[in-house]
């Protein structure tokens, strides 16, 4: 069964505190590793797919990498903005269908 | 390029009443996926529609089904609704089997009273 655990479940910081976000997936099949932001009230909205490990994607203020166990995504010196809760999930050989992390909750006071 | 589009935004309905949600994905797409993500709970796998066919359903009852259009578009029914249905309804479309990036629609929040 396809496994995503994230942690922390909530993380505070402080404005321009830089820190990671830690996804944990099971190995077997994996298709693709995805990173998706998403505000409340709405739906999620995409931000990277990694494939193999070693793989670095970089967009603004996030970086998301990959090992052969786990994923990252690192804020670097967040904004309020950042403020959102960060999904991972997975997809895997056999079926395609993304499974879900529960998230983490990030809150960047200014 | 216009998105994933959901709609209605809102819903609400009564215990024992059906809901129809519906789902247009981006052009191109063929895979729909639905999600439900109930108040506090991460995202739970409800349905995936390929060129047409249902190629995997979640561990949901049987109430909840759906169809796949020509166009691509989909449909999601929810029959005899229950309190706990109460959540917001996700949509995302894929390329199709082989691509694994889905682009998700802003939901449908539903309320059963």
């Known amino acids: 069964e396809d496994q995503v655990t994230q942690s922390p479940e909530a993380l505070r910081l402080q404005e321009g505190e830089s820190s990671s976000l830690n996804c944990s997936y099971t190995?077997?099949?994996?298709?693709?590793l995805f990173w998706y932001r998403q505000d409340p009230g709405k739906g999620p909205e995409f931000l990277f797919t990694?494939?193999?490990a070693g793989e670095e994607k970089e967009k603004e203020r996030l970086k998301a990498t990959l090992t052969k166990k786990e994923s990252f995504l690192h804020i670097t010196a967040p904004k309020p903005e950042d403020s959102a809760t960060y999904l991972c999930?997975?997809?895997?050989?056999?079926?395609?269908?993304?499974?879900f992390g529960r998230g983490t909750s990030l809150i960047v006071h200014p | 390029e216009a998105g994933v589009t959901q709609s209605p935004t809102h819903l609400i309905k009564t215990r024992g009443q059906q809901a129809t949600l519906r789902c247009s994905p981006i052009?191109?797409?063929?895979?729909v996926y639905w999600y439900q993500q109930a108040l506090g709970l991460g995202l739970q796998f409800l349905l995936w529609?390929?060129?047409?066919?249902?190629?995997n359903r979640g561990n949901f009852p049987p109430r909840f089904s759906g169809r796949q259009f020509p166009n691509y578009s989909s449909e999601l029914n929810v029959n005899a609704l229950e309190l706990e249905d109460s959540a917001l309804y996700l949509c995302?479309?894929?390329?199709?089997?082989?691509?694994?990036?889905?682009?998700f629609g802003q939901g449908t929040r539903l309320t059963v009273v």
């Open positions: 999930a997975r997809s895997s050989g056999g079926s395609y269908i993304p499974t």
């Open positions: 052009s191109g797409h063929t895979s």
């Open positions: 990694l494939y193999s």
């Open positions: 995302a479309s894929s390329l199709g089997q082989g691509s694994t990036e889905a682009f």
């Open positions: 190995v077997s099949g994996l298709r693709g």
């Open positions: 529609y390929d060129e047409g066919e249902e190629r």
